[in-house]
């Protein structure tokens, strides 16, 4: 998942550099690459593929529903990027201990997320100025992540 | 949306001096806070309250994804449908602004409308002028300072 998400990062890089023509796809593709970090960081700690960090979210979403309502909720359905990106942030203040590192972390894929809605659902364009910062919050993302997943690796040893 | 302006003002009721405005943007299907000054963030406890307010509202709607606007941000906020403020002098005079966006903005008549920090939020061609306060606000003096 972890190359995986380089790829996304290059490839949003790559369609910028094309022009405004790309300009949606590439901030679709930087949040893919956030998000796949943040995957990839919690499979680590969870010790989990991608198929199980998808259970987990299932198994959470069901535990929450039956305790709000007392029925389960129907398999598949509903937000799992909130939920990683959630689950991401308190990753994250577990392994560095600061809250705020970790608001500021799950902020920056938050606002990659609701640009990628933007991009991909909305009739309106992403434009220069938005896809700059795009791809400089995507940056941040993939030189802090990494360093994140590599901390909890050596705090485990 | 009342339950998230009791949630904000539930958290937010001890600290003066800042702004904190909500919308719910359907363009990046995001709700969206914002705080006036941005930098008051800084502060432990303007911090703690809007991550309490995010993870109460996460809490109560898991599905959906909260963000803290920054200055010049690339997510816009545009129509802010309330604000919450409490100015620091001013420890009486509880403000409360229950603005709907229909066009303009419609403050709840009695309540003290501020405005150093709102006129920052507020596009130059609807406030032309500086308003320090407006007291018992109501519709009609409220329309005629955005005329002015």
Known sequence: MLEKSK??????????????????????????????????????????????????????KNNKSTTQSGSK????????????????????????????????????????KGIRVKAAYKEHQ???DEIKKVISKATLLQESIPAYITQYLNKRK | MSNIQEIIKSHFENLYGVTVLYEYSSLYELHLLKLIPYNSILKDEVFKAIRAVIRECTRNNP???????????????????????????????????????NGRYLPTPGVLIATDNFKNLMSPRKLAKTIDVIEKATLENYEYAFAA
């Open chain 1, 7 to 60: 790829q996304s990062f290059n490839s949003a890089v790559i369609l910028k550099d094309k022009g405004e023509v790309c300009y949606c796809m590439s901030a679709q593709c930087a949040y893919y690459s956030g998000l796949q970090l943040a995957m990839t960081l919690l499979m680590t700690i969870k010790g989990l593929d991608a198929e199980g960090l998808f259970a987990w979210y299932i198994s959470d």
């Open chain 1, 126 to 128: 992403v434009d220069e």
């Open chain 2, 63 to 101: 599905d959906e994804s909260w963000y803290l606007v920054e200055d010049d941000d690339m997510i816009k906020m545009t129509c802010p449908t309330f604000l919450y403020w409490k100015e620091e002098k001013v420890v009486s005079n509880h403000v409360y602004v229950d603005a709907s966006y």
């Open chain 1, 73 to 112: 909720a129907d398999e598949g359905k509903g937000n799992s990027h909130a939920f990683y990106i959630d689950q991401l942030e308190k990753a994250i203040e577990q392994i560095t201990g600061s809250e705020r590192v970790a608001f500021t972390v799950s902020q920056k894929l938050t606002s990659l």
